[in-house]
């Protein structure tokens, strides 16, 4: 069983940016599809974006395009999530999920906190 500890949340202005990172230990990094989702106050978990075992391909929930990206560095077993031009709306404690090749069932992070004032 894959453990995901997640880091890099705070407290950012809108406009800002921030980088989250989740480091993974317990699997074969390389077997698993990354994603992050994030769950904001009252609201369901949401679907963030994903990226390929091998980093090659990557999808966004459409409120992200074009601000958010995701990465991934094998040798060091850590997937990233680039924040850039945040908004209020973003504010939500992200989650990094694991799901291996193939299958459907995602394993989660702690989750972290990030809150964008305005």
């Known amino acids: 069983q894959v453990q995901l500890v997640e880091s890099g949340g705070g407290l950012v202005q809108a406009g800002g940016s921030l980088r989250l990172s989740c480091a993974a230990s317990?699997?074969?990094?390389?077997?698993?599809?990354m994603g992050w989702f994030r769950q904001a106050p009252g609201k369901e978990r949401e679907f963030v974006g994903g990226?390929?075992?091998?980093?090659?391909?990557?999808n966004y929930a459409d409120p992200v395009k074009g601000r958010f990206t995701i990465s991934r560095d094998n040798a060091e077993n850590t997937v990233y999530l680039q924040m850039n031009s945040l908004k209020p709306e973003d504010t939500a404690v992200y989650y990094c999920?694991?799901?291996?090749?193939?299958?459907?069932?995602?394993?989660w992070g702690q989750g972290t906190q990030v809150t964008v004032s305005s």
């Open positions: 999920a694991a799901r291996l090749v193939a299958t459907t069932l995602w394993s």
């Open positions: 990226i390929t075992w091998s980093g090659g391909s990557t």
């Open positions: 317990g699997g074969t990094f390389t077997r698993y599809t």
